[in-house]
T-cell receptor
Framework: DQQVKQNSPSLSVQEGRISILNCDYT??????FLWYKKYPAEGPTFLIS?????DKNEDGRFTVFLNKSAKHLSLHIVPSQPGDSAVYFC???????????FGTGTRLQVTL | GAGVSQSPSNKVTEKGKDVELRCDPI?????LYWYRQSLGQGLEFLIY????????KSGLPSDRFSAERTGGSVSTLTIQRTQQEDSAVYLC??????????????FGEGSRLTVL
């Protein structure tokens, strides 16, 4: 039972354009959402998070949008840079004092 | 080092052998998590520790898997009688509290296990 779903296994975007990575969840108890970025042979690193009391959180080039009614969140990266090429994992928890449930990841490739 | 340290980074073993994977969390982090990532899959939760106790072992795939944590620090994940489907990258993560205000986990680089 995949409670957090990333339906696009890969995405290719030109440098300078916007990257949009999507994530859907099924568990209505989830109230905290995070994005992690993973380079090959490294552990995932935290990128940005959002609480369910918000619908948008922005940090530099990265913005996360949350649509609770649709149980959908997205990560926008603008402008995309070659160094953004990595696998991006969406994660969710029911309260911050809880384990994270991860999606299967989306591999982003930013081309020159 | 300042980060989460895992060893070995790579382990190749024969089917049926036991393996131990070690995790050294960031000093002072009370919560410790084990996840694994199989080829083409997401991060699958295995177990977490709050201090030395494991309130949630629900992700351990079978009774061949066990984990312990001593001194509120180092944790060992043991897989007995390994099977080929155990092949994966085993990731350890720690956080300062059981859930922080950001919910952020700090991951190690993982231990890649290959069972022949």
């Amino acid at each position: 039972d995949q409670q957090v779903k990333q339906n696009s296994p890969s995405l290719s975007v030109q440098e300078g354009r916007i990257s949009i990575l999507n994530c859907d969840y099924t568990n209505s108890m989830f109230d905290y959402f995070l994005w992690y970025k993973k380079y090959p042979a490294e552990g995932p690193t935290f990128l940005i998070s959002i609480s369910s009391i918000k619908d948008k959180n922005e940090d530099g080039r990265f913005t996360v949008f949350l649509n609770k009614s649709a149980k959908h969140l997205s990560l926008h990266i603008v402008p995309s840079q070659p160094g953004d090429s990595a696998v991006y994992f969406c994660a969710a928890s029911a309260g911050t004092a809880s384990k994270l449930t991860f999606g299967t990841g989306t591999r982003l490739q930013v081309t020159l | 080092g300042a980060g989460v340290s895992q060893s070995p980074s790579n382990k190749v073993t024969e089917k049926g052998k036991d393996v131990e994977l070690r995790c050294d969390p960031i000093s002072g982090h009370t919560a410790l998590y084990w996840y694994r990532q199989s080829l083409g899959q997401g991060l699958e939760f295995l177990i977490y520790f709050q201090g030395n106790s494991a309130p949630d072992k629900s992700g351990l795939p079978s009774d061949r898997f066990s984990a312990e944590r001593t001194g509120g620090s180092v944790s060992t994940l043991t897989i007995q009688r390994t099977q080929q489907e155990d092949s994966a990258v085993y990731l350890c993560a720690s956080s300062p509290l059981l859930g922080t205000t950001t919910g952020e986990l700090f991951f190690g680089e993982g231990s890649r296990l290959t069972v022949l």
